[in-house]
């Protein structure tokens, strides 16, 4: 066997780094899985063929690839933490990420349009952070394209850097060359026409491999196909691409087709001159909107029309309607502004009240758990029933209108045929009357190493963001939920008198699947999603993918506090998850009050420089100045980290 052989496996390298498996060998190096062992985390290391390293211009090339992915730092692209030489051949050690190359991915044949779009705008931005750093890959290919596992939906980076060129000061001089002009450099199935030429390229060569990686995941074919290298190589600069829909009718929109030819354009000058001007047009498509995604420049882009003549004559007539109702105010007796003042107060209390109350019923939970479980539905008129019937000992609560101020337990009013109960929570010791309630109080969120005053909780202190501690999350259990999901745990099932064949058929049938609750999400159908999630964790209670599912339909619910907590333990399960846009973004939308620590926490301590980008948008886009100013002081600790 190849790992017996091979002499590394099992050694120390440079007293830091195990070798523990080989995983790949190509053209230019090996590639093994190791550990960093102070600390036990997996990382892949790269290593130049023994063979190889006493050629100068090949040692160079490889010693590029760390220099082009030290400057990178980016979800989409694979981050090098460390390089040196051991016994004189070079080696680089990279974050170890899990999944299938987008070549294994495009094997199994061609995929939906959104579904090639999302994948496409991951890669673009990778690319354009590649090239603002001054990188330009130069052999970007399905084969160096990851797509991650243990991932909700498709999340992408890109590997192998080895043809990289570094571009001085990302100013657009081109580095030093280790390649002689009129020596084709790359592969040539996605190879841009001057590549082939062996011309000078820049960052526009990137942009048309793109391209050729779109057309292929839409059609499930490369755009040009001979029976040697050097014919395909002459089809990229002559030839050009037969159509999408001609290839594959009804494979993609008219408006992703045209984006797909103009980025193929033989022409430099004839393409998208930019990652983020191909992303914009690739938002612009009917996928991208069946996808959810839109152009992020668009949504940074102030309003150019705010200096206009239309503004400045709104702004007249305002300023001109303030005089005037100055003027009257001014001429009115004291008594009468009293009885202007007292009915706005009114006006503003009757506003508050039905606000507060809209929102209330919009925020009651209601799960339907199936027949016969009365006790675990939460209802909108738990007031009025708990002062109809008689006071008896609680049932577990379900749900509550806040996170703050969970509601009373509601009692399971008295039906023909008495229905399961759960557990109460356990009594004190001394006995307390039938009719009496224990009290119970919210826990707060605990705040590692922080001491508050008696009587004050984590919502309400004041912020101490001016340190860059990094705290433990821990959410409280009794959250709506915590206890939703208890009470659905410990119900019994219903035990029908004679089981029929359809029950039968019921057990026999295999249990549910995350994918299931995934489709229900999709379909706004969250209390058929949570409960769903609930039995799929009976049966895998270490599934990040579950945890995951559950953080976003809690959001859904407004339930941020258990979203968090669900976040927190679907990262913990699997650290790759910090990826996920969904997650990151409720995340950093919870940077208020009342789940601001508890946000605050996830992101320091689980979600780290992932966070960066979304943060940083809150610091510039909230609509809270104190959210504002929180998210631009966590950005500063994040990136401070970072560095």
């Not at 048309?208 to 050097?230: C, E, Q, W």
């Not at 003042?341 to 929102?359: F, I, P, S, T």
């Not at 969970?406 to 307390?432: D, G, K, R, W």
């Not at 999350?473 to 029929?500: I, N, Q, Y």
Request: proline content about 9%; aromatic content about 4%.
């Amino acid at each position: 066997m190849a790992e017996v052989s091979d002499p590394r496996i099992g050694t120390l390298l440079e007293g830091r780094y195990r070798l523990d498996t080989r995983l790949a060998a190509g053209g230019m190096g090996v590639v093994y899985k190791g550990e960093l062992v102070a600390i036990g985390k997996p990382v892949a290391i790269k290593f130049l063929h023994d063979a190889l390293a006493a050629v100068p211009d090949l040692v160079k090339r490889f010693q590029r690839e760390a220099t082009a992915m030290s400057r990178l730092a980016h979800p989409h692209l694979v981050s090098v933490v460390d390089s040196g030489l051991a016994g004189g051949v070079p080696f680089l050690v990279m974050d170890f990420v899990l999944g299938r190359s987008l070549a294994d991915v495009l094997a199994d044949g061609p995929m939906p349009a959104a579904r090639a779009a999302t994948i496409a705008k991951q890669i673009l931005a990778g690319v354009k952070h590649a090239h603002t750093s001054g990188v330009v890959h130069r052999d970007l290919k399905p084969d160096n394209i990851l797509v991650l596992a243990d991932v909700e939906d498709d999340f992408v980076k890109i590997l192998d850097f080895g043809l990289a060129k570094v571009v001085q000061g990302g100013s657009g001089d081109a580095g030093t060359q280790l390649t002689n002009t009129g020596f084709a450099l790359g592969t040539p199935g996605y190879m841009s026409p001057e590549q082939a030429r062996g011309t000078e390229s820049d960052e526009r060569s990137d942009l048309y491999s793109v391209g050729v990686i779109l057309y292929h995941m839409v059609t499930g074919r490369k755009p040009f196909i001979a029976d040697s290298p050097l014919a395909v190589l002459r089809m990229h600069m002559d030839d050009a691409p037969t159509p999408p829909t001609q290839i594959a009718p009804r494979c993609c929109s008219p408006e992703l087709e045209k984006v797909i030819l103009r980025a193929m354009a033989k022409e430099p000058s004839a393409r998208f001159q930019s990652a983020g001007g191909f992303a914009q047009a690739l938002a612009a498509t009917p996928e991208a909107r069946e996808a959810g995604f839109t152009d992020e420049a668009s949504v940074r882009r102030p309003p150019l029309r705010l200096l206009g003549i239309g503004f400045l004559v709104r702004a007249v007539l305002v300023m001109a309607l303030i005089a005037g109702v100055a003027v009257i105010w001014n001429q009115l007796s004291k008594r009468s502004q009293q009885k202007v003042k007292r009915r706005l107060d009114d006006a503003v209390k009757m506003a508050q009240g039905a606000y507060e109350a809209a929102k209330g019923a919009d925020q009651q939970p209601v799960l339907k758990t199936g027949d016969n479980k009365a006790g675990q539905t939460a209802t909108a008129t738990a007031t009025a029933k708990k002062a109809e019937l008689p006071a008896k000992k609680p049932e577990p609560p379900v749900a509550a209108k806040s996170e703050a101020t969970p509601p009373a337990p509601v009692p399971s009013p008295p039906t023909a045929t008495p229905t399961p109960t759960t557990t109460p929570t356990p009594m004190p010791a001394t006995p307390m009357p039938p009719t009496a309630t224990p009290p119970t109080a919210p826990a707060p969120i605990a705040e590692a190493a922080t001491a508050k005053p008696t009587g004050t909780t984590p919502e309400v202190a004041a912020d101490d963001d001016d340190d860059d501690t990094v705290e433990e999350p821990v959410a409280p259990r009794d959250t709506p939920g915590a206890k939703l999901e208890e009470a659905v745990k410990e119900s019994p099932p219903a035990s029908p008198s004679t089981p029929s064949p359809a029950g039968a058929a019921a057990k026999a049938k295999a249990p549910p699947s995350a994918g299931e609750a995934s489709k229900l999400l999709a379909t706004n159908r969250v209390d058929e999603a949570i409960k769903l999630l609930y039995e799929v964790r009976r049966h895998q209670p270490k599934s990040a993918t579950v945890a995951l599912l559950l953080g976003h339909a809690y959001f859904r619910k407004l339930w941020r506090t258990d979203g968090l907590r669900e976040y927190d333990t679907a990262i913990k399960l699997s650290p790759v998850v910090r990826h996920n846009l969904m997650l990151v973004r409720n995340t950093v939308g919870a940077l208020e009050d009342p789940t601001y620590r508890l946000a605050r926490a996830v992101i320091k301590a689980r979600l780290g420089a992932a966070a960066l980008t979304e943060v940083r948008r809150a610091a510039r886009l909230s609509k809270s100045p104190r959210v504002r100013l929180r998210a631009a002081r966590l950005a500063q600790q994040l990136a401070h980290r970072r560095r």
